[in-house]
């Protein structure tokens, strides 16, 4: 076991599972050599050139049918993120590569505005962040999402939107002008409000305050928005559910939604190696209660309660996260986005 790797989630890199040939040392003093230069961890990005950009899902569990993923891999880290193993769908690792490695789909306001276009697109509510978060650090540099959020306030597409980035500020000026239709809802994830823990487990994203400072900021600006608790680990964050969803509240959240973490793919050997050397002492606990609310398993892909869970564990999560809804959330809720508003080619009406 080498270095604990601050500022990153994963402390290896796992064998991708759609490779015929891997390599690894035998030993962290043996040189790579000209050939084979070590793996650095400065973070690269490529190029991908996307064909479409709305995915489908006909998941019961997501909350959205419709998606789009400016960016593949993620430098926020997250070391639970259900979404490492489909890196290894372009040939890379789910563990440092993941968070290092970034494909950039600079072709996609074009494809989201041809989408628009066609004459076969029925106006749906579009998921921003259905697989990485779209206000990554990349944004700054590539600002794919805000180009794209553009076009979805020309065409008045509704639109819903997930991240941990304090980034979303900056396009204050599209979202409220789409609040203003009610084309647009926000969903802020905060999974702990323990400094130290945010640090092993979400390295390179904003701290809590920060997230709880964009919900207030959301709210006063109109925008309505919630929070995400999301992955509840147990054994590790479950005990601040209260807290955050109680914290959230104050700030002008309007609803509160969780998943509990499963560790499906390759993810699995990756979070149980980050905890084996981030919290040594629990991690056998940890491990055996997360497999407690998965059917004894660490993975589960079965739809309905893969996102939720069953068993004891799992009850008490939803129990708690329900009870604390009802006291600091009491008479609110998300909007109702619509689709009615919806300008084919983006034709503006003859009394605007």
Not at 25 to 46: H, I, R, V
Not at 65 to 89: D, L
Not at 289 to 297: E, F, P, R, S, V
Request: proline content about 5%.
């Amino acid at each position: 076991m080498g270095e604990y790797k601050k500022g990153r989630g994963a402390q290896v890199n796992t064998a991708n599972s759609f490779a015929n040939y891997q390599y690894e040392l035998d030993n962290e003093q043996e040189s790579y050599g000209d050939d084979l230069p070590k793996p650095s961890l400065k973070t690269q990005f490529f190029d991908e050139t996307s064909k479409q950009i709305i995915s489908r899902t006909t998941s019961p569990d997501v909350g959205f049918t419709a998606s789009v993923n400016p960016y593949q891999g993620c430098e926020h880290g997250c070391i639970y993120c259900y979404a490492r193993p489909s890196h290894e769908y372009w040939g890379f690792s789910a563990g440092l590569d993941f968070e290092s490695k970034i494909m950039v789909k600079k072709n996609a306001p074009m494809l989201l505005d041809r989408q628009f276009q066609a004459r076969s697109y029925k106006p749906e509510v579009i998921h921003f962040s259905g697989n990485t978060d779209c206000y990554q650090p990349a944004e700054r540099t590539y600002q794919l999402t805000r180009r794209m959020l553009q076009l979805c306030l020309h065409y008045r597409n509704p639109v819903s939107i997930i991240t941990k980035n304090a980034l979303i500020l900056r396009d204050l000026d599209i979202l409220k002008s789409l609040a203003e239709l009610n084309l647009v809802s926000v969903a802020i994830s905060i999974t702990t409000l323990n400094e130290d823990l945010r640090l092993l487990m979400e390295p390179r994203t904003v701290t809590a305050t920060q997230r709880l400072r964009t919900i207030h900021t959301l709210h006063e600006s109109g925008i309505p928005v919630g929070v995400m608790t999301a992955p509840i680990i147990p054994g590790l964050n479950d005990h601040e559910i209260p807290k955050l969803v109680e914290q959230a509240a104050e700030q002008g959240a309007c609803w509160a939604a969780y998943t509990i973490v499963r560790l499906n793919g390759a993810l699995g050997p990756l979070f149980t190696d980050w905890l084996r050397q981030a919290f040594p002492d629990r991690a056998d606990r940890i491990l055996h209660q997360i497999a407690d609310c998965h059917g004894g398993q660490l993975n589960d892909s079965r739809f309905e309660t893969r996102m939720t869970g069953e068993g004891q564990f799992a009850r008490h999560i939803a129990q708690l996260h329900r009870i604390s809804c009802q006291k600091y959330l009491a008479g609110r809720q998300p909007p109702q986005l619509t689709t009615a508003l919806f300008r084919p080619a983006g034709q503006i009406g003859l009394f605007e």
